[in-house]
């Protein structure tokens, strides 16, 4: 008997928030530039398998094999940028950029054989299941080639990223084998569960060529809070 499950997930973003090209602004409140992007998987994979296997002169002979997989991918390019451009006579300036992406993937699996013959009787279980969950965003935050000059208030260029990966995966077998007749039995089973998670982010805020005029400070900060439970 065999029994299976695959569940592949895959989400490509591209966010951007952008003042560029020359641009002109001239504002009385702040000017808020802000890019968030909060993706999200959530996947469940699993099967079970069942052999029975009976004869009362003969060899009895249960197999059963039970395997899930759970393939999860997100990949997102998230910007907030004033590129080449003027931001003049406003009460204060953001720049922010937000990444939240997260994954939570569930893949268990389970099998049972068995056997009961007269004259031997063999039972096998195998049961396997694989979570492979992968997080890869570029979170940027940037003003560059640009004049700020503020009537009041600060300047805040912010890239921050709270990525998270919840995994859980399992595997159970039982296996079975009886002979009354008291001849050979063997029964073996097997399970495992296999998780496969990785969080490889880039994150980064910046001030690059630039002129800014601010009575109230220039904040540049780039955060990371990235997790994985498995």
Do not use: C, M, W
Request: net charge negative.
């Amino acid at each position: 008997s065999l029994a299976g499950s695959l569940s592949y997930n895959k989400i490509r973003n591209n966010t951007q928030a952008k003042v560029r090209n020359g641009s002109k602004i001239s504002a009385a409140g702040t000017v808020k530039i802000g890019a968030t992007d909060a993706s999200s998987i959530t996947a469940d994979a699993g099967g079970f398998a069942l052999a029975i296997a009976a004869s009362a002169d003969g060899n009895a002979v249960g197999v059963a094999v039970g395997a899930a997989l759970a393939i999860n991918d997100i990949g997102v390019d998230l910007q907030a940028d004033v590129e080449d451009s003027q931001v003049l006579n406003a009460s204060g300036l953001d720049v922010t950029a937000s990444s939240h992406s997260t994954i939570d993937a569930l893949s268990l699996v389970g099998s049972a054989a068995v056997a009961v013959s007269g004259n031997g009787a063999e039972g096998y279980a195998g049961a396997g299941a694989i979570s492979v969950n992968t997080i890869a965003d570029t979170t940027q935050a940037q003003l560059s080639a640009s004049q700020v000059a503020l009537s009041s208030g600060a300047v805040t260029v912010s890239a921050s990223d709270t990525s998270r990966i919840n995994a859980d995966s399992g595997g159970a077998a039982l296996a079975v084998a009886a002979s009354p007749a008291g001849l050979g039995s063997l029964g073996i089973a097997l399970g495992a569960g296999l998780s496969i998670n990785n969080i490889g982010n880039d994150v980064s805020a910046s001030i690059d060529n630039s002129t800014v005029t601010s009575k109230a400070g220039v904040s540049v900060e780039a955060t990371s809070a990235a997790g994985i439970r498995a």
